[in-house]
């Protein structure tokens, strides 16, 4: 079965040999480059369940980091729940630890080719502000102090300016496998893992979580993005004890 960027792809490649056609004056139908696909083509399409990390793996696997990197890269990804595009667009100036409680400002993104983009991301509701715990606040604040000359784009400092897209995956998967957990998919679990999280302790309204990660509905990260991470087990079986005790 072909999957969505495929189809796109197959799309936008005959639409340039309609191009050629045209400039070689062969005789073709120029509506074709008219066509766009409507707004519900593709719904229902990758409804292939979304891996997701146990909950135990990510936290040995965030807080057994010791290169200064990962440990940075790893916790601001699981807490956070930011886009991979968006977590490498990080700057200093996004940083505010003096705030309380400390919070990362998302404002620019990087493209597909980690090229910095300025004030640029995937829609008007990424554009967001996003509370930290005390503990990754000491985290960045160490690791923006290890970095003496860190990469710059234009007046910005990068947080994580040395890190593009696949290093980040490399990354990830080297120091899961290390610790003898099967990993997939780079960076992007995190995101599933930081949002499944919040809403199984039921410590944000839909509205604060909406506005945590940059959303403007629920609809899609409730179908796609939640597992259940299995983190009340013992209050669960208490309760089932408990259930027709007299």
């Known amino acids: 079965k072909l999957g969505k960027k495929s189809i796109r792809d197959a799309v936008a490649n005959f639409k340039l040999f309609v191009k050629y ?6 005789i073709i139908d120029r509506n074709i480059l008219d066509f766009k696909f409507p707004k519900n083509f593709f719904q229902g399409e990758n409804t292939k369940p979304k891996w997701m990390p146990k909950y135990q793996d990510v936290v040995k696997l965030v807080n057994s980091a010791k290169d200064p990197l990962e440990r940075a890269l790893f916790h601001t990804a699981a807490e956070t729940g930011v886009r991979l595009n968006e977590l490498l667009g990080l700057t200093y100036s996004d940083i505010d630890l003096k705030s309380r409680p400390a919070l990362i400002h998302t404002n620019h993104s990087t493209d597909k080719w980690n090229n910095f983009r300025e004030n640029f ?9 996003v509370e930290i715990s005390k503990s990754l606040a000491l985290i960045l604040k160490a690791w923006m102090k290890a970095q003496p000359f860190p990469k710059k784009a234009g007046q910005y400092r990068l947080l994580f300016g040395t890190v593009s897209k696949k290093m980040a995956a490399r ?6 496998k290390a610790l003898g957990i099967d990993w997939k998919n780079g960076i992007s679990p995190f995101r599933k893992f930081s949002f499944s999280f919040l809403k199984d302790q039921q410590a944000l309204t839909d509205k604060q979580i909406m506005r945590r990660f940059g959303w403007s509905n629920m609809d899609t990260p409730n179908k796609w993005y939640y597992r259940d991470l299995d983190t009340n087990k013992d209050q669960r079986l208490a309760a089932i004890d408990k259930m027709l005790l007299n």
Request: hydrophobic share 30%; glycine share 0%; charged share 40%.
């Open 21 to 26: 056609c045209q400039s070689r004056q062969w």
């Open 121 to 129: 991301l995937k829609t008007a509701s990424s554009k967001r502000r």
């Open 171 to 176: 990354r990830v998967k080297r120091a899961a």
